[in-house]
């Protein structure tokens, strides 16, 4: 999956019932809307008088292509495009993001970008007894005694680029 997320700050007057115009402008690309919510709860332990609370709102919606290889988000607290399955390439994730941005951004009138993230995550398939030497570049080595066998593996890199930005 790729995945490119604008987190963003709109104007004090936006509801999510506006976000449903980006909806309206993609539903013949992307047609089966879903809410997106967001919820918190609250507990309090003062043994006199013990207190529980949760709320739950609508956030936005994720609309998804009929055969669920895509999605665009438009949330409140911003826009994101997710591209599932026969990924291409950035330049293709970013004509998606493009295209469906200027819905968004006609709806939300978002005032600042806040933040940008760019996010990849792969599933490779391994074989049993496969070195992983000979599948990653870069990968994780096992200590001494632990055997080879690999059976999930989550990785992280941050590359610092010397001018205050990572990558």
């Known amino acids: ?39 918190q709860a609250q507990i309090g332990f003062d043994p006199t008088s013990p207190t529980a609370a949760a709320t739950v709102d609508k956030l936005g919606a994720i609309y998804w292509t009929t055969d669920g290889s895509r999605a665009v988000q438009a949330r409140l607290d911003g826009f994101t495009v997710n591209w599932t399955s026969g990924y291409r390439d950035f330049e293709g994730l970013v004509e998606m993001a493009r295209s469906a941005w ?3 951004a006609s709806a939300a009138r978002p005032e600042l970008i806040t933040r940008v993230a760019l996010r990849y995550i792969n599933r490779i398939p391994l074989s049993q007894g496969v070195d992983l030497d000979d599948v990653l570049q870069t990968g994780p080595r096992l200590g ?11 990785m992280r890199v941050v590359v610092p680029f010397g001018d205050g930005r990572r990558g």
């Open 102 to 104: 200027a819905h968004f």
């Open 1 to 39: 999956e790729a995945l490119l997320d604008l987190r963003t700050r709109l104007p004090a007057g936006v509801k999510v019932e506006d976000l449903d115009a980006v909806g309206l402008a993609i539903k013949d690309d992307y047609p089966d809307a879903r809410p997106i919510h967001s919820g």
């Open 144 to 154: 001494a005694g632990l055997g080879s066998a690999v059976e999930d593996l989550f």
